[in-house]
């Protein structure tokens, strides 16, 4: 009977050792280094399983083993707590660091840059070339409702749902910029702040004329004269939805629309861009400055005027600096 009693003993001995190294072997397989070369990309579908999720980390070479992926998490981790979403696995990562990654929910974070002065046709067309995101942009708001800068989103998230906060962020930087302007400006609400930001934007793309740009439109706004700026002249061609793909013509320029500032005088009926935060603010605080006309200088910039004699000579530089790259490129 002792003997009996004795290899029970030596029997539970060896399976608790048996066990406990299995427990140990577990537990490296679980923690140690995995076998992914470079970084990977998996999305993690709602409602699946841990058994899916396994499959799916092998598949992609993010574990080396479903099966020790799933036993691993059930006696090291919580099943329960993996989260549905597209994710960044690192090089090299374990599987006990996979699985805590699904767990905490930190899904991949996309960006979309919507450069200044797009139209909103424009900006609605760049929505719906962002691939991770869902569903229909909807109707294309009104031109100037949209603030460009860079956006941040997951995968799934809506095309809708983007394009509301960019309203909401246009609309909270207008009432900043708004509540920040200079006394005495020819502009009669925030509507019209973004109007001639519009215009300041697709004018220039040189930070520092901003203002100075700004400065010319509100001299000419308070003397009375028509704004004669090309950009809205285009906008009332193509209301925004196409580029106009090539030069404005005299008889353009002679061609009454609602938007051609030839042709009226103030400013357009509306936007006819979406201006960024620099153009609001140079609207609303404008240089002072002397100068009634600007053009082309040549290098990206624009040469200012006083006078219509000084932007005659201007636009005559302008002209022969054109015809010089013609004759380059003949």
Known sequence: MRR???????????????????????????TQPG???????????RGAGLETIAADLADAGVVSDA???????????????LKAGEYGFPPSISMADAAALIASGRTVV???TVPEGLTSTEVVALLQGAEVLEGE?????????LLPETYHFHRG??????????????EQVV??????????????????????ASIIERETGVDEERALVAGVFVNRLNKGMPLQSDPTVVYGITEGKAPLGRSLTRKDLATPTPYNTYQINGLPP?????????SLEAAVNPAETEYFYFVADGTGGHAFARTLAEHNSNVAKWRKHLKSLRRKSE
Do not use: C
């Open 110 to 112: 996309h960006r979309l």
């Open 35 to 45: 076998p992914l070369a470079g970084e990977a990309m998996l999305v993690i579908p």
């Open 137 to 145: 942009a909807g109707t294309v708001p009104a031109e100037g409702a």
């Open 175 to 196: 009432a900043e910029v708004w509540e920040g302007r200079a006394e005495g400006l020819p502009l009669a609400s925030p509507e019209e702040a973004v109007i001639l």
């Open 157 to 170: 998230d809506t095309r809708a749902e983007v394009l509301q906060r960019m309203n909401r962020s246009m």
């Open 67 to 81: 099966r020790v992926f799933a036993l691993g998490v059930r006696l090291f981790g919580d099943a329960t707590a």
């Open 4 to 30: 009996l009693g004795g290899l029970a003993v030596l029997i539970v001995l060896l399976l608790a050792a048996v066990s406990g190294g299995a427990w140990v072997y577990l537990k490296e397989q679980f």
């Open 270 to 278: 509306g936007p006819i861009a979406n201006p960024g935060r620099a």
